[in-house]
């Protein structure tokens, strides 16, 4: 079983850059791809970005390319994801997730999740 906990979610002004962190519960942390989706108003789920068990494999929506960094302290149980440039469309509640891949995490086939953290960037 692992828990996990979203933090860092505020609001900011467009062009500012934010770190949300997600720690998770469990020994069993290092053995699962973490992704990063969210959530705007009014749309679906999205995926945002992944990272592998070892940290050698990332990837990312088209979206936050080159804005967005995404790591994992498996010593931490921790799982980052460093935001900048942000902009209005940005905004939405931002989740941590667990997947047994990191395919499967990309295609929503997500463990577990975390209950999100909201971040706001107003223009």
């Known amino acids: 079983q692992v828990q996990l906990v979203e933090s860092g979610g505020r609001l900011v002004q467009s062009g ?4 949300l962190s997600c720690a998770a519960s469990g ?4 053995t699962y791809a973490m992704g990063w989706f969210r959530q ?5 789920r999205e ?3 992944g990272l592998s068990r070892s940290s050698a494999t990332t990837y990312y929506t088209d979206s936050v390319k080159g804005r967005f960094t995404i790591s994992r302290d498996n010593a ?3 799982v980052y ?22 395919i499967a995490t990309m295609n929503h086939d997500v463990t577990y999740w975390g209950k999100g953290t909201l971040v706001t960037v107003s223009s």
Request: proline share 5%; hydrophobic share 35%.
């Open 16 to 19: 500012d850059s934010l770190s």
């Open 40 to 44: 705007a108003p009014g749309k679906e």
């Open 27 to 30: 020994r069993s942390f290092s």
């Open 81 to 102: 994801l460093q935001m900048s440039s942000l902009n209005p469309e940005d905004t939405a509640v931002y989740y941590c997730a667990a997947g047994t891949s990191l």
């Open 47 to 49: 995926f945002v970005a």
């Open 76 to 78: 931490k149980n921790t």
